[in-house]
């Protein structure tokens, strides 16, 4: 059989630039093929430590309830210590946490995860983090995956020198911060695209 | 415990902006505060790691994935995944999306007047090689209308998530195909504002990759974050 002909004339390469490819919103159609059975349930009956729930509602600039939003958690266990080759923390890990979650929205713009209440983590220069666990969302409507941070209400102490906290205007602060549900082990945080009460997003 | 290696901050030229009002579900959740700047500490220089072990044989073959081969072009959609320094992003999840032939998802928000094929889902799974490279067989998608304007359509694509090695490295993008009559009207291809960077997120013919007799090759390489300097190797 004959040989594949060269192109006729030569095709335009794409310039070769390592530079991020550009982000694009992950649309209205992803339920079929992000979520996972797991997502939600970042904890097993044996992992260590204070068990927990988070949860809070995502809205939009109207104050409406975004219902396509795909939220991801990343965390450290109980201990303080992430399960990832660069965390190289003389603390233990834990065989039943991995510290990531992944949840679409429902119908109300809520969002729920069952964990464990991470320990802290070192910042820069061996300052310490208060306990926090990182969020990533992502929706229809945003072209670009957006960050955060949820802290916990009742570590007040530790929050009052969070490194990153700090870098939060006061007036804004609360947005970060999950308030427990008295009597539940069930934090809350909502998270506000646009508007009052927006949400601090972190350009990281 | 040793200070983490930070990443590049974000070149932000070659990125969509929050808000672009052409397309209309970004006026009401773009943030309307600038992004705090914060230092890149072990919980952004980490993330989620997955192992070979959840990814089915199937998961990156999408015409195999039903009892009968779905119906449409069959294409080979392969690439690297490489970090801003150029080098290859081994061992991370790659998952895609997209709609039918015929240019309807199987979603159930999808209501479009298409046929849905029974044959095809349109979602896959794989994790990238230790060269940063992956392969997909898929069927290529069809343009779909929505109702971002009087007569939208979106150029055919297929949605691709990345993890990376790190929660810095998330990316969610779409690629798409060479030479679409569409990009011209289609305010998400162009909230991507600058045309080299737009340029990026079209894959390209491929005649190496084409399996003759079988199916046309499309290349999509894909570069996510990479860090600020490289780390001494001993």
């Not at chain 1, 093929?33 to 927990?52: C, F, K």
């Not at chain 2, 209309?24 to 500490?41: A, E, F, G, W, Y």
């Not at chain 2, 294409?75 to 490489?82: A, C």
């Not at chain 2, 090759?217 to 490289?230: C, N, Q, S, W």
Request: proline share 10%; with cysteine.
């Amino acid at each position: 059989m004959a040989e594949t002909p060269s192109p006729k004339s030569p095709i335009p390469s794409a310039e070769t630039l390592y530079v991020q490819t550009p982000s694009q919103t992950v649309g209205p159609f992803f339920h079929y093929a992000l979520p996972y059975e797991a997502g939600p349930y970042l904890a097993s009956e044996r992992t260590e430590g204070e068990h927990i729930t988070i949860e809070g509602r995502v809205t939009d600039g109207d104050g409406r309830p975004v219902d396509d939003a795909l939220i991801e958690i990343w965390q450290a266990n109980a201990h303080g210590r992430y399960n990832h080759p660069e965390d190289d923390q003389d603390k233990p890990l834990d065989e039943d946490f991995g510290g990531f979650g992944r949840v679409p929205t429902d119908e109300q713009g809520m969002y729920r995860f069952y964990t464990v209440k991470p320990g802290a983590v070192p910042g820069l220069h061996n300052e310490m983090q208060a306990p926090h666990i990182n969020i990533c969302i992502l929706a229809r409507g945003v072209l670009k995956r957006m960050a955060t941070r949820l802290y916990f209400a009742d570590e007040a102490e530790m929050n009052r020198v969070d490194p990153v906290l700090n870098l939060v205007p006061e007036e804004r602060r609360s947005t970060l911060i999950a308030e427990r549900l008295e009597g539940s082990t069930v934090y809350r945080l909502d998270i506000s695209l646009q508007g009052e009460n927006e949400t601090v997003f972190f350009h990281i | 415990m040793s200070q983490p290696l930070p990443y590049l901050r974000e070149q932000t030229a070659g990125q969509p902006n929050y808000l672009h009002p052409d397309y209309r579900s970004t006026v009401k959740r773009s943030p309307s505060q600038p992004l705090l700047v914060i230092p890149h500490t072990l919980s952004e220089v980490t993330g989620p790691v997955y192992g070979h072990s959840r990814i089915g044989p199937l998961d990156a073959d999408l015409t195999r994935q039903h009892e009968g081969e779905p119906l449409g072009e069959r294409i080979v959609v392969s690439g690297r995944v490489l970090d801003e320094n150029g080098r290859p992003v081994p061992n991370t999840l790659v998952e895609v999306w997209q709609c039918n032939a015929a240019g309807r998802y199987i979603h159930a928000r999808d209501q479009h007047p298409a046929p849905l094929d029974p044959n095809f889902t349109g979602a896959g799974r794989v994790v990238t090689d230790e060269n940063g490279e992956y392969r997909f067989i898929t069927i290529k998608p069809g343009a779909y209308p929505w109702k971002n304007h009087h007569n939208a359509w979106r150029p055919a694509h297929i949605h691709f998530s990345l993890l990376g090695p790190s929660f810095i490295t998330r990316l969610v993008t779409q690629m798409y195909f060479p030479g679409d009559p569409l990009f011209a009207f289609d305010p998400i291809f162009n909230s991507v504002t600058d045309p080299k960077a737009a340029a990026r997120m079209i894959s390209r013919f491929d005649m190496e990759s084409t399996v003759p007799e079988w199916a046309l090759g499309y290349k999509f390489d894909i570069v996510l974050r990479g860090r600020e300097a490289t780390p001494m190797e001993d």
